[in-house]
């Protein structure tokens, strides 16, 4: 997959069908579009080409107001793991807020992706003000020469798809409701760092992950969750919150990673969230926390031994 992350580099010859979005998450619906723009780009000999957003949109204008559900990297790899020719990941800017729609269509979408064909959502929008939508797509669609899908939203279980909901999912701790809505387990990839190592005096050494502070992580709790170190998937139980037993002062993601023993300091790991077990609890001994880890390891190791 080519991937262009300024404007100014783009000046494509192929024609090509686009879908345009943020695609935080990359979930069901964002996965409609993709592979409908993909599909139609191999039966029809055109390029795919995904338009999307190297930051949030909504953050452009109150920064850090919105955490993504996935990093720009992991974002990237599912895009071009759909088979998308070529990916536009800019930066949301004032040149974006300021655009006409007619300018972005035909300067951008027209003139450096050469379009013959758009897909978009029903409630996608663009331009200044928002002054692009799927109406005035519509409206100029034969005036500007280009096709136009626009697809109705996904629903699951009567219910729409959203980024939004997906946050206040993860938020929540129902990781299980969200693996249904991205199609895939909700994951956390990060380096794995020293911590204050108490799990290793108790006989529970646990994976401290650096994590990308701009991603909403689950609500504080014990989950059963996958771990992937080196290609190779482990069982795990991650620990996420700030440690009340052992007076800790700020929120933690800790793995224990299940018959395994290696020194993995410095290492890339990733954590698939399969099911929240149980909240966090402050115990009153340390004899206590180490009889429910004991609990939480037999309930990952008997509920899916048959994962691994």
Do not use: W
Not at 2 to 31: A, P, W, Y
Not at 180 to 190: E, Q, T, V
């Amino acid at each position: 997959m080519i991937v262009f992350s300024r404007l100014d580099e783009i000046n494509i010859t192929d024609k090509t069908c686009i879908t345009i979005g943020n695609f935080d998450g990359v979930h069901r619906g964002h996965q409609t579009l993709i592979s409908k723009t993909v599909d139609y780009a191999r039966m029809n000999g055109l390029k795919s080409v995904v338009f999307t957003f190297s930051n949030h949109p909504v953050n452009y204008f109150i920064p850090g107001s919105v955490k993504n559900i996935i990093t720009i990297e992991e974002k990237l790899r599912i895009i071009e793991s759909m088979g998308v020719d070529i990916c536009v990941n800019i930066e949301f800017n004032s040149d974006m807020t300021s655009i006409s729609a007619e300018d972005y269509v035909k300067k951008i979408l027209l003139g450096k992706l050469n379009m013959r064909k758009l897909i978009v959502g029903h409630d996608f929008s663009f331009a200044k003000n928002r002054e692009g939508n799927p109406a005035y797509l519509e409206s100029v669609k034969d005036e500007f020469g280009f096709e136009l899908e626009i697809v109705a939203p996904i629903l699951l279980n009567g219910t729409r798809v959203s980024s939004t909901d997906i946050r206040a999912n993860i938020i929540e701790g129902n990781v299980t409701s969200v693996a249904f809505m991205l199609d895939r387990l909700y994951s956390i990839d990060g380096v794995v760092i020293k911590g204050r190592q108490i799990g290793s005096k108790i006989g529970y050494p646990t994976a401290n992950i650096d994590y990308d502070r701009g991603l909403v992580i689950p609500a504080d709790g014990v989950y059963a969750t996958l771990v992937e170190i080196d290609a190779k998937k482990y069982k795990g139980a991650t620990s996420i919150g700030n440690n009340p037993t052992v007076n800790g002062d700020k929120t933690t993601v800790e793995t224990y990673i299940l018959d395994f023993d290696q020194d993995i300091y410095g290492k890339d790991i990733r954590v698939e969230f399969v099911e929240l077990m149980r909240p966090m609890i402050k115990f009153e001994t340390i004899e206590e926390l180490t009889d429910q880890l004991k609990a939480d390891e037999e309930y990952v190791r008997n509920k899916y031994s048959d994962i691994i």
